[in-house]
């Protein structure tokens, strides 16, 4: 990752009034340019100032501010631990405080693309490096010693010939007094003490004991409960409604129209979803309500069609020509909803000076500007607070919800919280979009793959491919192209956006190519990336040596060359969100049907900032690519989906999960985000480990209904 | 609409609801407790577990005239402290990603060592499929119950 760090850091200090070090800072730092939706939508709002903020107590205790929406990525623990190990306190006098959106002190107040972490890295060691420094000088001049001749360590100052030390505390009110030190000196990596280390959720009390920490969990004196009532499907629009026998349900029940909606407002959840059935709503068409019969034409025309060239590199008609042996196939992945456990939820009220937006977003800087625009005021008259967020793998990166509460509100005039049930929330859409992909390979005699050509179809996927990413660089002749159908059917980003089914795709072909070129999966890969390191075909995006390194560490912990009685072994490996992730996948024969029985992971994250948390997050992910892969799946039927509540629409479940080994490559580099990475390459790991233990290639997903015998009573 | 006086927690508790209203909704709206969670509301993924009599119960289809004479409890009241045996060891283990489906988890998994006191793995594992967790901490979940059991 290239970050625009060339602007001087600019760093202030004040004094609390209480006796104490507050320490601000901005950056005028430009937003990195990477490549991927939720970048995308943070530039949309046009701000993205950062800064991070601690503050220190007289009695030694170190408040910070996690600006970060939490969304179950450990963003509220990863944060504060960077702070506090270059400010060398001890974590167990740390305070951690959810700050509210404030584009004023912070820049990137965004849950996304796994963009946190390497964004903030630098900016938050800095924070606490220079208070540390200040605190330093301040005990230095109390001492009449030389600054040069301290140290610190676990909340002190100390002088180190003498030995005398102070407390933080002790140091905080004389050092906020201190100009900041333009130039900080960074800790040494191999000096971390509590980055690396095991560290526990700073929410797990508040969780593990029912305490009010989301949105749904948000309640104010005089708020009203709402549910709003949307077109039954993609492509309706709002004819009539007659809401009387709603009204007359229980007392206080207001409906109110806006956009295609009938929002139903009252006193109590349970009320209001009563209220809501006895609405009597006509709806009529106003675009084409599409079933997924008529998505299985469409993707044929967009496999058959005209396509927007995404890379070519080479010639690749000659390339066929000239191939001693072809292989072709094609891929599929249908809808998804991204199912967080908390529905979206968001608490409004719209008062004449001013609005308060309360709840769980991912993108609170857009919630404020969409808002303000919504409602034609300026954008610092609204107040976004961030609750924790039950989930959200990106549904929350947009702001449907968000405006929909803002609108009721100023209609209303009232305080409301608006709530979607499951069943809102699963058609609701904003869905992963469904893709088709197909693959040409020409090799050589040799088993060279001499030619690569892959078309993504999508609907409302955008471009479906990502062009640069491996094996492109190491296929002297390659052209990757995409087409898009544009549907009235929403989709949005969801957790690894593109690269959660492409990765699938790709490195299932890739063991397809191998296998039809005679040769093994992580030796056919690794000679690839030997050509592309020797013989480099066009532009080359990705860390040859960082992939090499994670494909070996895999195939190591794995076994992976050392045969094994009955055990079949699946390999993947995928480059994304910065983030180098290879697996290996075993699976065994049981009662004739193949039964996953575990996942081996090899990481390439950097620095691994917190063992628990990153270890959490890789597994978590993993789980996710094996449930999706094996069982998600969102059909419709004329314009509604037909999966709208968990009885329907199958998530994996405890008794279906594969044992799964972390490993972490320790390579010292800056650190990247994991909240994504591992979640690509695992569909395509399980693919080519039960085509190695059954010949049954799994080409589309869900996994269960491409092939329901071969799984069929296997847990 | 009628009165309630529920017992939750070792409390008596009044409030008024429509005979029909899930106890989930009382718990949330009507009593502030809003540690147990709304997810399907058809009982499909366990966020909603509180204990009736001592059984893990699914609030969220749950009429509270049917729990009108019953004894409830729910995740703020499995312990004073948040020390109950299996809370502390999801702390102890870290298990929570985002937190939403834990509580759900944790008055599943106490319910269940209270009867089954020394749990094999496979009886965890069918105790627990109940409970959707969609971080995927099932690992961990597993772990801790494991844990709880080897404590009590």
Redesign the interface.
């Known amino acids: 990752m290239t970050k625009n760090n060339s602007r001087r850091d600019f760093l202030k200090s004040t004094a609390l009034s209480a006796g104490g070090l507050i320490l601000g800072f901005n950056w005028f730092g430009q937003e990195a340019s990477a490549a991927n939706i939720v970048n995308k939508i943070a530039s949309e709002a046009g701000n993205n100032t950062f800064n991070a903020f601690l503050s220190i107590q007289t009695d030694g205790i170190v408040t910070i501010f996690s600006p970060n929406p939490e969304i179950g990525q450990g963003i509220k623990t990863a944060f504060p631990i960077i702070v506090a190990e270059e400010l060398d306190v001890d974590w167990n006098n740390v305070k951690v405080v959810q700050a509210p959106l404030d584009t004023k002190k912070f820049e990137r107040q965004v849950a996304g693309g796994s963009g946190s972490i390497p964004h903030s890295w630098q900016r938050l060691r800095k924070a606490g490096a220079t208070a540390r420094q200040m605190l330093v000088e301040a005990a230095a001049k109390r001492w009449n010693v030389s600054a040069s001749e301290c140290s610190t360590e676990k909340g002190f100052v100390i002088h180190t010939t003498s030995g005398k030390k102070l407390g933080y505390g002790e140091l905080a009110t004389d050092a906020a007094k201190l100009t900041p030190p333009a130039d900080v000196k960074l800790k040494d990596k191999k000096d971390f003490k509590l980055i690396g280390s095991t560290v526990k959720g700073v929410d797990n009390h508040g969780v593990l004991t029912g305490k009010p920490l989301f949105g749904l969990d948000f309640y104010r004196e005089g708020m009203k409960f709402a549910m709003i009532q949307r077109p039954p499907a993609f492509g309706m629009k709002l004819k009539s409604f007659d809401a009387s026998a709603a009204k007359a349900s229980a007392s206080g029940i207001e409906v109110v129209s806006f956009k295609d909606k009938v929002a139903i407002v009252g006193k109590s959840t349970w009320e209001v979803k009563k209220a809501r059935d006895l609405v009597k709503i006509e709806w009529e068409k106003a675009a084409n309500l599409e079933s997924s019969d008529d998505h299985n034409r469409i993707f044929k025309e967009l496999l058959d069609g005209k396509a927007e060239v995404r890379r070519k590199d080479g010639d690749v008609e000659t390339a066929f020509k000239d191939a001693a042996k072809i292989v072709e196939a094609e891929y599929q992945c249908p809808f998804l909803p991204h199912n967080p456990m908390e529905p979206m939820n968001f608490f409004a009220h719209v008062r004449e000076d001013g609005v308060e937006l309360v709840g769980p977003t991912q993108t609170p800087q857009n919630a404020q500007n969409q808002t303000a625009k919504l409602l034609n005021i300026p954008s610092e008259k609204v107040t976004v607070e961030l609750t924790k967020m039950g989930g959200g793998f990106g549904r929350r990166l947009g702001t449907d919800y968000v405006l929909e509460a803002a609108e009721l509100s100023s209609i209303i005039k009232a305080p409301v919280k608006v709530m979607w049930t499951r069943e809102d929330d699963m058609s609701g859409g904003s869905y992963r979009p469904a893709v088709r992909y197909r693959f040409r390979a020409a090799l050589d005699k040799q088993g060279n793959m001499i030619g690569y050509t892959l078309r993504g179809a999508g609907i409302n996927a955008g471009n479906s491919t990502r062009q640069d990413n491996f094996p492109a660089g190491a296929v002297p002749n390659l052209l990757i192209d995409s087409a898009e159908h544009k549907s009235p059917i929403t989709t949005g980003p969801w957790r690894a956006p593109i690269t959660n089914f492409l990765a699938f795709a790709e490195q299932s072909f890739l063991d397809e190519v191998a296998t039809a070129a005679g040769k093994d999966a992580v030796q056919f890969r690794l000679e690839l990336l030997e050509k592309a390191k020797t013989s480099p075909a066009g532009e080359i995006k990705y860390n040859i040596d960082r992939m090499k390194a994670v494909i070996e560490l895999a195939a190591e912990k794995s076994g992976w060359n050392k045969k094994r009685k009955g055990v079949s072994l699946g390999f993947s490996v995928y480059f994304s969100h910065a983030s180098y992730v290879a697996q290996v996948a075993e699976v065994v024969m049981k009662k004739g049907k193949p039964v996953l029985q575990k996942i081996y992971a090899a990481v390439d994250c950097g620095v691994v900032v917190n063992q628990s948390g990153a270890r959490n997050q890789v597994m978590g992910g993993i789980v996710d690519g094996i449930g999706h892969a094996m069982y998600g799946n969102l059909t419709f039927k004329d314009g509604s989906p037909d999966q709208k509540n968990f009885n329907a629409f199958r998530l994996i479940k405890m008794n279906e999960i594969p044992a799964i080994e972390v490993s972490f490559v320790d390579n010292g580099i800056d650190p990247t985000g994991l909240g994504e990475p591992a979640l690509p390459p695992t569909g395509g790991s399980v693919a080519n480990a039960i085509f190695k233990a059954t010949g049954k290639r799994l080409r589309n997903q869900p996994f269960i209904e491409e092939d329901q015998k071969l799984f069929e009573s296997v847990s | 609409m009628a009165n309630y006086n529920l017992k939750i927690n070792g409390k008596t508790l009044k409030t008024e ?2 005979p ?3 106890l989930l ?1 009382v718990l ?3 009593l ?11 009982a ?2 366990g ?1 909603c577990t509180v204990h009736i009599n001592g059984e893990a119960t699914r609030s969220c289809v749950l009429p509270v005239s049917a729990v009108a004479d019953a004894t409830i409890t ?3 009241g ?1 312990s004073e402290k ?1 020390d109950h045996p299996v ?1 502390q060891a ?2 102890a283990i ?1 298990v ?8 759900g988890q ?1 008055m599943t998994a106490a319910a269940f060592l209270k009867k089954n006191a020394k749990p094999s793995l496979e009886e965890i ?2 105790a ?15 772990e801790a119950v494991q844990l709880a059991a080897s404590k009590k």
Do not use: F
């Open positions: 609801a429509s029909d209203t899930p909704w949330r709206d009507n502030g407790l809003v540690g147990t969670k709304y997810g399907c509301g058809m499909q993924c966020a729910t995740i703020e499995l948040g809370q999801w702390d870290d929570p990603q985002c937190g939403y489906c834990q509580a944790i594992e069918a627990m499929s109940g409970n959707i967790c969609r971080c995927g901490t099932y690992h961990r979940i597993k």
